[in-house]
C-alpha cells in the first residue's frame, strides 16, 4: 500500500498525516517482552472454552484491542523524514533518548548524556515509533487470533509482517546498526540493540501463526530468514560485540533477544549455550546476595530500571528452561539468584516500601504485575499471588498477562 518515497518532503507529508489518522486511535500500548508461547495459550484456550468465568474480562478487552488494531495501517520503516547515515530508508534508525547538545559548543557537538532525561528532538525520527506499533498490533492479533480461531486477526498480523520484513520494498534490514544514533559521535554502538527488545514478541507469535493458513511457506521462509540474519548480525556486527558486554539491563536484553530467536530458528545448542552463559554474565555478575542489582540503582530512573533488567532475566529464563536451563533457582554459592532480585524490589515495586533511590519521572507497576504474575506460576508460591492481588493501579480482571497466566489466579 506504501510505495517506497524517497523525496524527504514527501515522506513527510505522509508521515505526519499517518500519525494524525491511523496511529492516534491505538489503545494496545507498546509492551516490552512477552511470555507469549503455544503452551501458555494453550492453558488459556482451554479455559476459554470451558467457560471459566475468570478470565473472560480478560479475554474481552483482548478482543476489543484487537478489533482496533484490525484496522489501523502502520508506516512502513521505509517512510521517513530523514534518512540514517548510510543513505537507505530500509536502515532502522533512531537517536539515543538521553543525550543533548553540549552548550558549550557551537553547533553542540558531540552530544552530551543526560541520564534520564529525554531529549524530545529524538521523536522527530519516528521509526522506533512505528517498530513498537508493529510489536504491539502484531501480539494483540496472535493472541487473539490463538483464543478466538478469527482468521481476520491472522490475516492483520500477517499483513503487518509482510510489510515491515517480507516486501522488498518496504521492509527492514535485519540489523539496528544506526539505532540509538549520538550526533557527532561516530563510533559504532551497540546500545541501540536494546530498541530490538520487541522481536522477542514477534518470534514467539510466529509459532502461533503457523496454524493460519494466511501465513505461507514462502512467508515462512522469509521471516526465518530475516531473523536468521538478524541473529547473525547481533553475533558478528561491532555493535553486537560491544552489547554483549553491557555489564546492565543492555546486556541482558541482547541475551533475551538471542535466546529466543535460537529458540524460534530450531538452534536448541545455541540456545542452551546462551542461557549457561547467561548465569554467570547476567545473574551471577548483576545481581548482588541481597538482591539489589547495582547497576540500576546508580541511574536517574532506579526503581524503572531495576524492574526493566528483571523482565529481561524472566524473559531469559522462560526461554532456557526449555532447552534444560534452570535460571529460575539457580543460585551463586553467596546467593545471587533472580528470586532474590524479585523478592528485594517486590515491596517497592508494589508500593508498600518507600524507594530509597533515585526515580525520576513516573513508575509504571504494570510491568511488575506481570513479573509477578509470572512467578506465581514459576515458583508456586501463595506469596506472589497475594502480592498479585494487592497491586494498586492495575486493572486485575482485563491485565493482558491473565491470559499468559491464567494458572496464577488463585482460586476462589
Known amino acids: 500500500m506504501f510505495p517506497m518515497l524517497k523525496n524527504a518532503a514527501c515522506r513527510t507529508m505522509v508521515c505526519l498525516a499517518l500519525l494524525g489518522t491511523s496511529l492516534g486511535c491505538a ?40 478489533d482496533v488494531v484490525l484496522h489501523q495501517e502502520i508506516p512502513p520503516l521505509t517512510i521517513k523524514p530523514a534518512l540514517p547515515p548510510s543513505g537507505d530508508p530500509h536502515d532502522y534508525y533512531s537517536l539515543s533518548p538521553y543525550w543533548w547538545p553540549d552548550s558549550t559548543k557551537p553547533d553542540g557537538l558531540p552530544y552530551v548524556r543526560r541520564d534520564g532525561r529525554v531529549n524530545p528532538e529524538r521523536e522527530t525520527i519516528r521509526d522506533r515509533e512505528f517498530l513498537r506499533k508493529v510489536y504491539s498490533s502484531v501480539e494483540t492479533l496472535t493472541l487473539a487470533y490463538a483464543l478466538s480461531g478469527k482468521e481476520d486477526y491472522a490475516k492483520a498480523a500477517v499483513r503487518i509482517l509482510r510489510q515491515w520484513f517480507v516486501n522488498p520494498e518496504t521492509r527492514m534490514n535485519p540489523s539496528l546498526t544506526f539505532a540509538q544514533i549520538v550526533r557527532g559521535n561516530k563510533k559504532p554502538r551497540g546500545a541501540g540493540i536494546i530498541e530490538g527488545r520487541g522481536m522477542i514478541i514477534l518470534a514467539a507469535s510466529l509459532d502461533l501463526l503457523f496454524a493460519s493458513p494466511h ?28 552489547e554483549i558486554d553491557a555489564p546492565n539491563n543492555h546486556g541482558s536484553w541482547y541475551d533475551a533477544q538471542r535466546v529466543t530467536i535460537a529458540w524460534t530458528l530450531r538452534d536448541t545448542a545455541g540456545a542452551k549455550r546462551i542461557a549457561e552463559e547467561a548465569l554467570t554474565l547476567r545473574i551471577a555478575s548483576q545481581i548482588e546476595p541481597d538482591g539489589r542489582q547495582p547497576q540500576e540503582l546508580r541511574r536517574t530512573r532506579a526503581l524503572h530500571y531495576s524492574t526493566f533488567n528483571l523482565m529481561a532475566l524472566f524473559a531469559l529464563a522462560s526461554v532456557a528452561e526449555r532447552v534444560g536451563v534452570d535460571m529460575w533457582t539457580f543460585a551463586t554459592p553467596d546467593g ?69 497466566h491464567p494458572e496464577a489466579l488463585r482460586t476462589p
Not at 228 to 239: G, I, M, N, V
Open 27 to 66: 489503545s494496545a500500548a507498546p509492551r516490552e517482552y512477552s511470555f507469549l508461547d503455544t503452551r501458555s495459550v494453550a492453558a488459556t484456550l482451554a479455559q476459554v472454552r470451558d467457560g471459566e468465568e475468570r478470565i473472560q474480562p480478560a479475554v474481552r478487552a483482548l478482543l476489543r484491542e484487537a
Open 215 to 242: 501465513l505461507t511457506a514462502s512467508d515462512r521462509t522469509a521471516l526465518t530468514g530475516w531473523l536468521r540474519a538478524y541473529y547473525q548480525w547481533l553475533h558478528e556486527s561491532p555493535q553486537g560485540k560491544d
Open 336 to 404: 545471587r539468584s533472580i528470586r532474590k532480585a524479585l523478592d528485594w524490589l517486590a515491596p517497592y515495586a508494589t508500593g508498600k516500601s518507600v524507594w530509597p533511590y533515585e526515580q525520576i519521572g513516573e513508575y509504571e507497576p504494570d510491568f511488575f504485575y506481570e513479573l509477578l504474575l509470572r512467578a506465581a506460576v514459576v515458583y508456586k508460591d501463595e506469596h506472589y499471588r497475594l502480592l498479585v492481588e494487592s497491586m494498586k493501579g492495575i486493572d486485575t480482571r482485563t491485565h493482558r498477562g491473565i491470559l499468559l
